[in-house]
């Protein structure tokens, strides 16, 4: 099973889309065990793509031999974002379609269809499976060295207010990538997997 997680940029950042591939243990008489995650793919797309354009490179990469018929979309849908949902599901892609709403909040929660997801708790799902050797980039992927760039930038500061942020830091530096395949793992994983029940720990 794939799974594919879109961040959608706006007209300084950039759209990022990410794949993994979700590994399983098969043992006999029980159900297959969750094994790892594979990146199999990252990508920023051209900055400035027009949205239209956006759905158009989605559906090729959906619609590939590899994935056709078996993979699932994260897709940010914070702020521009519900819009592009609209047309990603309007495109018929074949494959669901889950929009996720990233907050500064305490928990993930389902709201009207999709997920309100605080940014902490999708950084930490790609943290504990880098620590548990859980998340494997193959050094050859093609945007692998963008990727850990991204990976080495975003940080968690505290904030006046006592909350905290947590993005990339730097003039120049992104998080698009780590947000998609965040996304991707995310769907991938799910709470109970990473940590049983309750909310994933901050980071």
Known sequence: MFEVGVDLGQRQDYTAIAVV??????????????????????????????????????????????????????????????PVVEMLRAA??????????????QRPRSSGGGWNVPKQDLIAYIQVLLEKGQLRIARDLR??????????????????????RVGAEGRGAHDDLVIALALACWKAKGTRDLFGPGRLPGI
């Open 21 to 82: 591939e979700r590994r399983e243990l098969m043992l006999a008489y029980r159900t297959p065990a969750f094994h790892s995650l594979a990146v199999r793919h990252v990508e920023r797309l051209t900055l400035g793509m027009p949205y239209a354009g956006v759905v158009a490179r989605i559906r090729e990469i959906v619609q590939s031999t590899a994935l056709r018929g078996n993979c699932a979309l994260t897709v940010d849908a914070t702020g521009v974002g519900n």
């Open 92 to 105: 018929r892609l074949g494959c669901e379609i889950c929009a996720v709403t990233i907050t500064g909040g």
């Open 143 to 164: 945007g692998a060295r963008l990727l850990l760039r991204e990976l080495i930038d975003v940080q968690e500061k505290l904030k006046s207010n006592g909350g905290t």
